[in-house]
């Protein structure tokens, strides 16, 4: 199977045109095919445990490796009779996949297959939800805001007349629009609508009653849903991924062929979506879900929902009196903490809980769980009332939405609840804890509560490798230096006795079209009051000199706000900021001008240094300002740095300097996209030369040609 595999990357090389052979993509592609050939999918006898094989792949940039793993993946699923799953990063890195990767693929392939690209059911719009906001069914007692509880910043407010009036504009406009020139998807409206406008009208599990709804046949999310079923290929992304776990909305782990591009983002996602957090603030919604569990209870003949509203009033009373202990007991640390986007945040040292909170979350938790089995008891009578009466489908659907839209809030606390209560035993990782405290404001101050586990391996073995059987994942920075082992240990590999690792290098030879220049400041770049003016100033001068396209990459929005306020006119007037246009508008403005001949220059922060790509003349010059380490204050972060010095262990040797390898070299990756590239690197940060672990962090990245530009602006080859 893995022959007749690699077989068919080769015919599909060999008839598509424009493409090169390189050794290192056929490297891959064989690679894929072994592992791919070797799990054992599908039942097993009892008793046995069924034959694993996981492929992890460092392809460097310009190996082609979409190319490498979609081709042998997909023959050998056709051959197998089975399925491949692709997931990636992001939904532009699925559509780039969908619209033009896999056409092409398909094209070139002997046998036919299919593909679709599955999105999360959020994302598209929920057709009854829509007609009741935009007015077409009318109010009444089963309206879906009928009884909303206020504004609690998250809701749908009431508001004045003229916000009413707007948000009812607003969702007309979107239903006149739905089936004529909008299909029902997000990310297909001309102008992304904000979150808190989107969140009632979006197709979201909990309140939904699929087939026995009467907008079923036209339900948008369904209709994709329906193009998986017949599909061999369905690409994905990486938090829909593990969203499904455990789930029927994607093909069984254990009997497809799962492939994880641009893996280096998987750890980050999972921590990202096994994390909890609870508002203890805005709870006009709990006292709105008490109110509509008695009265849909009611109709529904459900007794244990009659006390609803007295277990919404006690939760609520409990987390408010949560929120005042936190101001009680934090109070200093507030005072003292630094106030950023996300407000004011403050971890509770060694994950270890002041006792006086204890008991109030104890209290949180165990109220929510009550309340919770009351719903239950009531969406289970509703489901059951809308099967067996199918002429009141529409009144039930909606008052199902009701409860569904406001439930998944409530379980969320539950579970926030749960995890800072999780102690920490022995040596295990603990689990991060901390809470954020936003503006006073008219109603005064709020405290979100967080909690995170710190180790994102623990898991993914769990959730994810316990289930998949044959998994590829590959990207262009998966090692730290030379070794895969902060990558595997991140991802829950490591140990694992089906796991091969393979790094194929890039087909570009950097020395002869990249340089990479170390230019020293006289400021130390921890000093941020003193280095940033200083790189500004220099940066100036380098940009001055930019002829084509550039790219300017900033660790912090704060950094590049004042670059930007340094720039002098003639300079802004080319200078294109992240932010300030959609990343789609900014960058065809960029390319525009580059292909009419003058200079563009690119702001951007870290999402701008992964995915982005500038061949030719839009990048004939990288700019890095500064060595890109993780925020410092970042509570997940701090916790397990804190828990491996706890252990003897150095965190910033096991911690921090892998993970600000793959990020650099990430970013210097912007820097040659095709054979025929010619760039130059700058990168302001003297750490790269004056300390072991830059000269570290240098030696890992590609082998351009190095140079040193001293503070006086001398320059010096590197060996």
């Not at 990063?89 to 297959?113: G, H, I, N, S, Y």
């Not at 998987?266 to 879900?289: G, H, Q, Y």
């Not at 694992?496 to 890039?506: F, I, M, N, R």
């Not at 921090?656 to 095709?674: K, S, Y």
């Amino acid at each position: 199977m893995a022959q007749d595999a690699l077989a068919a990357f080769d015919r599909v090389l060999a008839r598509a045109t424009g493409l090169r052979a390189r050794a290192g993509q056929r490297q891959m592609a064989e690679c894929v095919a072994r592992t791919f050939a070797a799990g054992e999918l599908g039942q097993v006898e009892e008793g046995e445990e069924p034959e694993r094989a996981i492929a992890v792949v460092e392809a460097g940039t310009g190996v082609g490796k979409s190319l490498a793993y979609a081709a042998p993946a997909i023959a050998l699923a056709l051959a197998r009779k089975t399925r491949v799953l692709i997931s990636t990063a992001t939904v532009a890195l699925q559509e780039q996949l969908v619209l033009k990767d896999l056409p092409a693929l398909a094209a070139a392939m002997d046998e036919p297959f299919r593909f679709a690209l599955a999105k999360g059911r959020g994302r598209y719009v929920c057709k009854l939800k829509l007609a009741r906001l935009a007015g077409e069914e009318g109010g009444g007692e089963d309206d879906l805001f009928a009884d909303e509880g206020g504004d609690d910043g998250n809701g749908l407010p009431p508001g004045s007349d003229a916000e009413r009036q707007a948000r009812l504009q607003f969702y007309g406009a979107l239903s006149k629009s739905l089936g004529r020139d909008w299909d029902g998807d997000r990310d297909n409206l001309a102008q992304p609508p904000a979150p808190e406008a989107w969140w009632p009208v979006a197709a979201e599990a909990s309140s939904c009653t699929g087939k026995h709804c009467p907008a079923f046949n036209g339900c948008t999310y369904f209709e994709k849903r329906r193009e998986l079923v017949g599909a061999q290929v369905i690409v994905v992304n990486h938090d829909l991924l593990l969203a499904s776990l455990g789930g029927r909305n994607l093909p069984a782990l254990d009997n497809s062929l799962l492939v994880l591009d641009e893996a280096h983002h998987l750890p980050a996602v999972a921590l990202e979506r096994f994390a909890c957090s609870m508002d203890l603030a805005a709870t006009a919604w709990i006292e709105t879900l008490g109110a509509r569990c008695k009265r849909i209870g009611g109709l529904m003949l459900v007794p244990e929902a009659a006390d609803a509203p007295r277990q919404a009033a006690q939760l609520q009373q409990s987390l408010h009196d949560l929120q005042r202990l936190v101001l009680d007991v934090y109070a200093a640390e507030f005072a003292q903490a630094r106030e950023g986007p996300d407000g004011s945040r403050v971890r509770v040292p060694d994950s270890q809980l002041p006792q006086v909170l204890v008991e109030p979350l104890e209290l949180v938790s165990a109220m929510a769980d009550s309340f919770m089995a009351a719903l239950s008891g009531v969406a289970k009578a509703l489901r059951a009332q809308i099967r067996d009466l199918p002429d009141e489908a529409r009144r039930l659907s909606v008052l199902y939405a009701q409860l569904g839209m406001l439930t998944p809030r409530l379980e969320q606390v539950h579970a926030t609840a749960q995890l800072l209560l999780q102690e920490p035993v022995d040596t295990a990782a603990p689990v991060a804890k901390w809470f954020s405290l936003h503006g006073g404001g008219v109603r005064g101050p709020r405290v979100r509560a967080h909690a995170s586990h710190v180790l994102p391996g623990g898991s993914l073995r769990a959730q994810l490798w316990s289930g998949a059987r044959a998994v590829v994942l590959s990207s262009a920075t998966l090692r730290a230096g030379d070794a895969f082992d902060f990558f595997l240990r991140e991802a829950g590999l490591a140990g694992d006795e089906a796991v091969a690792t393979l790094a194929v290098p890039s087909p570009f030879d950097y020395p002869r079209q990249g340089r990479f220049i170390v230019a020293e400041t006289r400021a130390d770049p921890k000093d941020a009051a003193r280095f940033t003016p200083e790189m500004v100033g220099l940066l100036q001068a380098d940009l001055a000199e930019v002829r084509r396209g550039a790219l300017v990459l900033f660790t912090s929005r704060e950094q590049m706000r004042q670059a930007v306020a340094a720039l002098a006119p003639a300079l802004r007037a080319l200078v294109l900021v992240q932010g300030e246009l959609p990343r789609t508008v900014l960058l065809e403005r960029h390319r525009a001008a580059v292909a009419a001949g003058g200079p563009s220059i690119v702001f951007g922060l870290q999402s701008f240094g992964e995915g982005m790509d500038l061949p030719g003349a839009q990048c004939e010059q990288l700019f890095i300002t500064k060595l890109p380490f993780a925020s410092p204050d970042d509570p997940v972060g701090e916790t397990r740095a804190a828990w491996l010095r706890a252990n003897g262990r150095d965190a910033f040797v096991e911690l921090v300097l892998p993970a600000t390898a793959m990020r650099l070299a990430q970013w210097a990756g912007r820097a040659i996209r095709t054979e025929d590239d010619q760039c130059s690197i700058h990168c302001y940060d003297r750490r790269l030369v004056s300390t072991a672990f830059g000269r570290r962090l240098l030696a890992a990245l590609p082998p351009f040609a190095r140079w040193r530009r001293d503070a006086q602006g001398r320059m010096h080859a590197l060996d």
